[in-house]
């Protein structure tokens, strides 16, 4: 197998290349956190202290920096004191693989700390509501929008440079406007999502409209199809491929907003849960929600990606994603 067979221009991978370039994907970043992790000549900037010796600040398992550790290594030897021991160590920010993995596990089944708190389950279902909601409300509106901007000049020409200004405005900026209005709780979250998403998608949308054959259009009017027919019968199923494509990506989008949002008024969801481990320096926990995050959006993206391939099999993107 030669390496020019990998790199052909222009030129569609086998089955069997573009799965093992997709798991490849995911293990490269993985070996070198491993490497990071458990190699100890790689980084490892602190020392995890096994035995504190005479050191009477160092405790079990504390983490210190080397030069630290080597001082007071230093200054108990020529007190002839107990030397402290320790072995090489990563900052508490970056855990090792399974201890991700274990904070994954133990997650799920541990109840919340407080009283009135949240199970794990519990939060993550409801910034999956929360994404769903806003992305729905966000569609309602830009994608018939989108349409119409593509397909006439006329309202491209009304509501598009309005729309290329507003998308320029972060869509945090609003959360206070949001909160007083909507109150504290879901609502301002969902206000949040929805600027972040809305402006985008209806340029993108009408982007993919104007890019329609235009052949197919005029085909159509010379049949002497009506203007709304042929929006309902040419314009709208010719588009429809590349729209659902376009709804994947922006649904990753709203994703992305997701955690900014849930910080204003309440903490809520999966936020709420990242930002109480982050406060008690439980990285493991915090590594494994946003892990989760990812887990949930790629699983939603791929079964998307299968469920287009079902809807448009005529369209060869869809098919060979």
């Given at each position: 197998m030669s390496i020019s067979s990998w790199f052909a221009l222009r030129r569609?991978?086998?089955?069997?290349?573009?799965?093992?370039?997709?798991?490849?994907?995911?293990i490269w970043p993985f070996l070198l956190w491993c490497i990071f992790s458990y190699v100890p000549f790689v980084w490892h900037p602190m020392v995890a202290v096994s035995?504190?010796?005479?050191?009477?600040?160092?405790?079990?398992?504390?983490?210190?920096?080397?030069?630290?550790?080597?001082?007071?290594?230093?200054?108990?030897?020529?007190?002839?004191?107990?030397?402290?021991?320790?072995?090489?160590?990563?900052?508490?920010?970056?855990?090792?693989?399974?201890?991700?993995?274990?904070?994954?596990?133990?997650?799920?089944?541990?109840?919340?700390?407080?009283?009135?708190?949240?199970?794990?389950?519990?939060?993550?279902?409801?910034?999956?509501?929360?994404?769903?909601?806003?992305?729905?409300?966000?569609?309602?509106?830009?994608?018939?929008?989108?349409?119409?901007?593509?397909?006439?000049?006329?309202?491209?020409?009304?509501?598009?440079?309005?729309i290329e200004f507003f998308r320029y405005l972060p869509a945090p900026a609003f959360g206070a406007l949001a909160v007083a209005i909507l109150g504290i709780y879901d609502g301002p979250k969902m206000a949040v999502i929805v600027i972040g998403t809305l402006f985008q998608q209806i340029l993108i949308i009408a982007n993919t409209a104007r890019k329609l054959d235009y052949s197919l259009l005029e085909a159509a009017l010379t049949l002497g199809t009506s203007k709304f027919k042929t929006?309902?019968?040419?314009?709208?199923?010719?588009?429809?491929?590349?729209?659902?494509?376009?709804?994947?990506?922006?649904?990753?989008?709203?994703?992305?907003?997701?955690?900014?949002?849930?910080?204003?008024?309440?903490?809520?969801?999966?936020?709420?849960?990242i930002t109480q481990q982050a406060r008690y320096q439980h990285f493991d926990n915090v590594y494994a929600a946003i892990f989760i995050i990812g887990?949930?959006?790629?699983?939603?993206?791929?079964?998307?990606?299968?469920?287009?391939k079902r809807l448009f099999p005529w369209d060869k993107p869809s098919n060979k994603e």
């Open positions: 569609e991978l086998s089955p069997s290349k573009r799965k093992l370039l997709g798991l490849s994907a995911f035995k504190p010796g005479d050191v009477d600040y160092f405790q079990v398992d504390m983490l210190v920096d080397k030069a630290v550790f080597k001082d007071e290594t230093a200054n108990m030897k020529a007190a002839g004191k107990a030397l402290p021991e320790g072995s090489p160590a990563n900052p508490i920010y970056l855990p090792a693989p399974h201890q991700v993995a274990k904070a994954l596990y133990t997650a799920f089944i541990t109840p919340p700390a407080q009283s009135d708190g949240k199970w794990l389950h519990e939060s993550l279902w409801q910034s999956i509501k929360l994404i769903f909601w806003s992305f729905v409300i966000s569609s309602v509106i830009g994608v018939p929008l989108g349409i119409l901007c593509g397909s006439y000049s006329a309202i491209s020409r009304l509501f598009e440079p309005f929006l309902m019968h040419v314009i709208i199923p010719g588009i429809l491929p590349d729209l659902y494509r376009d709804q994947r990506v922006l649904l990753g989008w709203a994703w992305t907003y997701l955690i900014v949002a849930e910080l204003i008024g309440t903490s809520s969801g999966i936020t709420w849960f887990f949930i959006g790629l699983a939603t993206d791929l079964f998307l990606a299968w469920f287009g």
